[in-house]
């Protein structure tokens, strides 16, 4: 899966799909690794636009083909790893967020404590209390929003990891249902061709 490949490392993975190409015996085309990616590109779009077409279509008019099956398990596997990337970049977003507003308290608070340095002796000492109070209340009220805001955050992303994580499985099984039907079938149709032999063979015999 060249397309599940780490940032940096596409251009790399791609490459190898295509000498590994180049090393088949029936492979005759003069490929590089941006041409593979390319017109693997080009299949899922081309592929996307018949799944729409063909969901318009009945059951008993859509023929699905064993390239079609294929590139359904690609565009879905293609799918799950948008997904994990997309959930990957909204937690480092948050994170940041999280590191961001921890350093706003943390400077606001420095600030706050130069002021004090810079007020009078006299008048710090007789204004002491009030202030020790109004510090005190004012971080205990920031640590409590930052706190509540991060729970909120926490339960949104596991919320989302939840529900990324169930999309994924109910895939995987939806791709497994898919692979016994086909086993299914190749079965089916073994001992239907079993059976036409051993007919034509009983016929031939019975012209003897």
């Known amino acids: 899966k060249p397309f599940a490949a780490e940032k940096g490392q596409l251009t790399n993975t ?12 029936h492979f005759t085309r003069v490929v590089d690794g941006r041409k593979v990616q390319n ?15 063909s969901a318009k279509l009945s059951g008993d008019d859509e023929v699905e083909t064993e390239k079609h099956i294929l590139l359904d398990d690609i565009v879905a596997l293609l799918d799950d790893v948008k997904e994990i990337a997309s959930q990957k970049t909204s ?5 940041k967020e999280q590191a961001e507003q921890g350093a706003l308290i943390v400077r606001d608070m420095a600030m706050r404590t130069m002021k004090r340095r810079k007020a009078n002796d006299s008048d710090e000492q007789k204004k002491k209390p009030a202030l020790d109070n109004r510090r005190n209340s004012l971080a205990a009220a920031i640590e409590a ?4 805001e991060l729970a909120v955050r926490e339960k949104e992303l596991s ?3 939840f529900k990324l994580e169930s999309e994924i499985k ?16 190749i079965v089916m149709a073994r ?9 034509f063979k009983a016929f031939a015999e019975s012209k003897k």
């Open 14 to 25: 791609w490459q190898a799909l295509a000498d590994t190409l180049l090393a088949c015996d």
């Open 39 to 53: 017109r693997f590109s080009a299949l899922v779009e081309e592929h996307r636009r018949f799944d729409k077409a």
């Open 91 to 95: 937690n480092s977003v948050v994170e």
């Open 145 to 148: 929003e930052s706190e509540r």
């Open 159 to 161: 919320s989302q990891q």
């Open 170 to 185: 109910q895939r995987e099984l939806d791709r497994e249902e898919r692979q016994a039907e086909r086993e299914h079938q």
């Open 191 to 199: 001992i239907d061709n079993e059976k036409m032999l051993s007919m």
